[in-house]
């Protein structure tokens, strides 16, 4: 919108003489200031104006990217600053937001390192989740790990973490790997990627599991470091890799 200074009377500073005494009695202002002013106002002002004139336009579209969910604005140059550039678990990955994944410790899984250590080994799942998390650490990843031997206490926060903008998960079904077709149905219903994680390898004891069937992937055998594998899998997805 197109405006210039108004003086006393409604007229322009363009419609006074170039040796009006300026106001105290002050001496007259020197040509050559004056054409100086104009160049300024010609070559930097004028073109910085017509440049934010044309962009008011998109600006919403823009400012909606810089503004957090208190309403606090961020310039380009800060908004890596943002506070929800970081979150707990993680940080962020060149200034943006880091991935939150869910990781589900399917049935049995409390059981682990108490029986069958021939299968899967003395560690337990408390000893698992506390591995998980430095991966997540070491990835820049936000992990939320949760467990239940409970059918409809895992799909229900499957159908949360789909709701509350989750990344991704990590499934080890465990116990629920076969005959659970309620919990296999949510898995293929989130819209996030599941992969579906195993410390041994079950394929070597009898069927694959029916909720690997609807898994983006599945990574077996590898014992606790599978989880990095699996969550590494996920990140370098997310960014195209």
């Known amino acids: 919108m197109e405006a210039e200074l108004k003086l ?10 170039a040796d009006l005494p300026l106001a105290g009695g002050a001496a007259a202002v020197d040509q050559a200031e004056l054409d100086a002013i104009g160049l300024v106002q010609r070559q930097l002002v004028e073109p910085s104006r017509r440049k934010v004139v044309a ?30 550039a970081y979150r707990s678990g993680g940080g962020s990955v060149g200034g943006s937001v880091a991935m939150k994944i869910l990781v589900v410790q399917g049935a049995g899984m409390n059981m682990r390192g108490k029986t069958q250590t021939e299968i899967f080994g003395t560690m337990t799942m408390e000893q698992y989740d506390q591995h998980i998390r430095q991966y997540a650490k070491e990835l820049d990843i936000e992990v939320e790990i949760f467990h239940s031997n409970i059918e409809g206490e895992v799909i229900n926060r499957l159908y949360q973490a789909n709701d509350q903008g989750f990344d991704g998960a990590l499934v080890n079904p465990a116990g629920f790997s076969r005959g659970y077709p309620a919990l296999t149905a949510a898995i ?8 579906e994680v195993h410390i041994s390898n079950p394929v070597r004891r009898g069927p694959v599991s029916d909720t690997a069937a609807v898994s983006l992937g599945i990574v077996a055998g590898f014992g606790v470091l599978g989880y990095a594998l699996a969550l590494r899998g996920l990140r370098d997805r997310a960014k195209g890799g």
């Open 55 to 84: 962009a008011l336009p998109f600006l919403p579209e823009c400012l909606d990217q810089l503004v957090d969910g208190r309403g606090h604005w961020f310039p380009p140059l800060l908004a890596s600053t943002r506070p929800d």
């Open 188 to 195: 293929s219903q989130v819209a996030y990627p599941v992969i």
């Open 8 to 17: 006393d009377g409604g007229r322009s500073q363009a419609d006074l003489p």
